[in-house]
C-alpha cells in the first residue's frame, strides 16, 4: 500500500447515547431474559474508529456483547468489544434553578409586605384620637383602609406565586428523581474498536442478552356445553413483563419457549462406595498413638462444578417467524409490540386452538353434593403448552380459574371446568340397623344404608358422570367391614384394613357390575389402565358410571355391615 493510501494514524471517536441514537429492531423474550437485536447508524472515517455507546441496560449480560456486525460500504473490521460501566448523576436543569431563584425573590416580597403591613399597624396604635382632633382622624383612617387593602392583596398574590412556584419546584424534583432512577438502570457503556477502508456511513448491529424481562403463559379455556360434541377452545397468550431500562417501542417481538440452563453439558455420575465399618484404633499406654493422615480433594473443581459453565448462553435465532421444533418452540407476535420498562404485565395473544376435549362429570356427594365438569383436553396443535394460570369459561360465563400443567404435542391433561348446576345431586341422611348374636361370644353388627340420588334436569344425554362414595376400613383385627351393596367382588389385593375381604393377587382388575340401567358399579380406579392393579379397593373407594338420558333420574344405593365383639366400642362410624 503506497503511503497516499495510507489511513490516518488518528482514532476517530464516536460517542453515542443508545436510546437516542438507535432503535431495537427484534426482541427475543425468554423466561427471565430477552435478547435484544439493536441497530446503529454511523459516519465512520478511514482507518481506526473508536465507538462508545452510553446508557445501555445495567442488567445487560457482559458476556453476551460478543456479537457485533458491520453493514456498509468497503471492508470492515471488528477487532475490539469491552464493556464497562458508567455511573452518572443527572444534572439539575437550568428551569429548576430559575424556579428556585424565583421562589426566592417571592419570599422575600412576602416578608416585605407583611412588614410593611405590621408597621402601619404598630403606626396606628400609637395614634391618640383625643390629640389628633376630629377634623384629620377620617383622613387618615381613610388611608390606612386604602393602603392597608393594597398590601393585603399584593400579599395574596405572592403567597399564590410562592404555593405555584413550589409545585413547580416539586414536579421538576420529580422529574430529576425519574432521570436518576432511569440512569441507574442504564448504567453500562460499550466500546467496539472498528477499522474500516472506505470513509461513509455504516450500519453497526449489536445483539445483547439482558436479564429483567421475562413472559408468562396465560391461557382462557372456552367451552360450549350446549351440545353433544363439546367443542373447546384454548387461547394462548404471553404476559409479558420487563423491566431492563429499555423501552421496547414497536419492536418485532419473539417469545421463545426454550429455558436458557446455566450449561450444556451433561451432568456426570460419580462411582458409590460402600464399605464395612470399622472401630476406630485405642491406644494403649504402652504403645504410641498413630494418627491416619486423611487426604482431600482439590477444591478447584468439586463435585464436578466448573466455573466456566456457571455463564448464561442463549444461542441467537436468526428466524422471526413462529416455528416449532422437536424440543422448543418459539411464536413470533403479529405486527409490532411496545412493552415500556414499568414492570406492568402486557399481554398479547399467541394463537387460538381448536382442541380436543372428552368431558366427564363427577360427584362425591359426601363431601359436597355438587357435580363437577372435568375436561380432559389432548394438545393435538404443534406448540408446547407452558405452565399458566387458565381462566375457564363454559357458554360464555366465566366459572372459575385453573392452573395449565407443561403439556407437550400430542400430550393430555385435565382440567376443571367448575360444578354443573343442572345435574342434581341428593345425599340422603344415613340409615342403620342394629342387631347381636351369639350366647357366650355375642357380637353385635350395625348395618348402614346410604341412598344417593342424581337428577339430569339437562336436554342432553350425558354419557360419562360418575359418582364417588366409600365404606369404613378397620383399623382392628376385632372390627370386620363387609360390602353387601354392590355385590362387588373383592379387589386384586386388598388392605388389611378391610378383614372381612379375602385377599386376592390378580393382574386383572375386578369386572364392573351392573346394578341398574345404564349403572354400573365397580372399584374406584378399576377402569384407568394405568393405576396399579394392586391398589384398587384399598382406600374403600367406589364408583358408579352413569349414563343419564334428558330429564332422567337415578338412584343408588351403598350397604354395608360393620361387625365386632359387644363388649367393644367402635370409634369412626
Known amino acids: 500500500m503506497s ?12 460517542d453515542l447515547v443508545s436510546a437516542e441514537s438507535s432503535k431495537i429492531d427484534k426482541v427475543s423474550l425468554y423466561v427471565g431474559r430477552a435478547e435484544i437485536t439493536r441497530s446503529f447508524k454511523i459516519d465512520v472515517k478511514t482507518g481506526q474508529n473508536q465507538v462508545k455507546i452510553s446508557e445501555l441496560p445495567t442488567v445487560l449480560d457482559k458476556d453476551s456483547l460478543r456479537r457485533v456486525k458491520v453493514e456498509g460500504r468497503g471492508l470492515a473490521t471488528i477487532f475490539g468489544v469491552t464493556v464497562s460501566d458508567k455511573h452518572t448523576t443527572a444534572a439539575l436543569s437550568q428551569s429548576l434553578q430559575s424556579l428556585e431563584d424565583r421562589r426566592e425573590i417571592t419570599q422575600k416580597a412576602i416578608a416585605r409586605c407583611t412588614k410593611a403591613i405590621a408597621s402601619i399597624e404598630a403606626y ?33 398574590k405572592l403567597q399564590a406565586d410562592f404555593k405555584e412556584l413550589d409545585n413547580q419546584i416539586s414536579q421538576e424534583h420529580a422529574l430529576w428523581a425519574a432521570e436518576q432512577r432511569r440512569r441507574g438502570l442504564v448504567s453500562k457503556m460499550a466500546t467496539i474498536d472498528i477499522f474500516v477502508e472506505t470513509e461513509g456511513k455504516v450500519e453497526l448491529v449489536l445483539i445483547y442478552a439482558v436479564a429483567g424481562a421475562s413472559w408468562s403463559a396465560v391461557y382462557d379455556i372456552r367451552a360450549d356445553m350446549s351440545g353433544d360434541n363439546n367443542p373447546l377452545k384454548l387461547v394462548y397468550k404471553a404476559g409479558i413483563k420487563q423491566t431492563t431500562g429499555e423501552s421496547w417501542d414497536n419492536v418485532s417481538l419473539t417469545l421463545e419457549t426454550v429455558t436458557p440452563t446455566f450449561s450444556a453439558a451433561l451432568p456426570r455420575l460419580d462411582s458409590w462406595r460402600v464399605g464395612v465399618y470399622k472401630r476406630p484404633l485405642t491406644s494403649e499406654t504402652s504403645m504410641p498413638v498413630f494418627r491416619l493422615q486423611s487426604t482431600g480433594m482439590s477444591g478447584d473443581n468439586i463435585g464436578g462444578w466448573d466455573r466456566e459453565r456457571s455463564r448464561i448462553s442463549i444461542t441467537h435465532r436468526e428466524t422471526v417467524v413462529a416455528n416449532q421444533g422437536n424440543l422448543n418452540a418459539s411464536f413470533q407476535v403479529p405486527g409490532f409490540i411496545t412493552v415500556p420498562s414499568d414492570n406492568e404485565v402486557h399481554t398479547v395473544t399467541v394463537v387460538e386452538l381448536q382442541l380436543e376435549a372428552t368431558m366427564a362429570w363427577i360427584g362425591i356427594p359426601r363431601a359436597v353434593p355438587k357435580v363437577h365438569i372435568k375436561a380432559k383436553i389432548k394438545n393435538a396443535s404443534n406448540f408446547p403448552l407452558l405452565n399458566g394460570i387458565a381462566s375457564v369459561y363454559v357458554d360464555g360465563s366465566f366459572v372459575s380459574k385453573t392452573t395449565v400443567p407443561e403439556v407437550s404435542p400430542q400430550e393430555s391433561f385435565d382440567c376443571s371446568l367448575g360444578v354443573d348446576p343442572s345435574i342434581r345431586l341428593t345425599y340422603h341422611p344415613l340409615s342403620k340397623n342394629s342387631s347381636e348374636n351369639g350366647f357366650y361370644n355375642k357380637s353385635s353388627s350395625h348395618t348402614y344404608s346410604q341412598h344417593i340420588t342424581v337428577h339430569n334436569t339437562k336436554n342432553i344425554t350425558i354419557r360419562d358422570l360418575t359418582v364417588i362414595d366409600h365404606i369404613p376400613l378397620s383399623e382392628d383385627s376385632q372390627v370386620t367391614i363387609k360390602l353387601i351393596n354392590p355385590a362387588l367382588p373383592p379387589p386384586p389385593a386388598a388392605s388389611s384394613a378391610m378383614s372381612s375381604m379375602k385377599i386376592v393377587k390378580s393382574e386383572k382388575a375386578p369386572a364392573p357390575l351392573k346394578v341398574g340401567e345404564n349403572v354400573v358399579a365397580q372399584w374406584d380406579g378399576g377402569d384407568d ?19 343419564m338420558t334428558p330429564q332422567s333420574k337415578v338412584n343408588i344405593a351403598l350397604v354395608w355391615e360393620v361387625s365386632a365383639p359387644a363388649n367393644i366400642t367402635i370409634t369412626g362410624l
Open 3 to 14: 503511503k497516499e493510501l495510507l489511513p490516518p494514524s488518528f482514532i476517530h471517536q464516536i
Open 124 to 156: 396606628l396604635a400609637t395614634l391618640d384620637a383625643q390629640t389628633l382632633g376630629s377634623e384629620h382622624l377620617g383622613p387618615l383612617l381613610d388611608a390606612y383602609e386604602a393602603q392597608a387593602e393594597k398590601l393585603d392583596l399584593k400579599l395574596l
Open 529 to 547: 389402565p394405568q393405576d396399579d392393579v394392586s391398589a384398587i379397593g384399598r382406600e374403600g373407594r367406589i364408583a358408579w358410571k352413569c349414563v
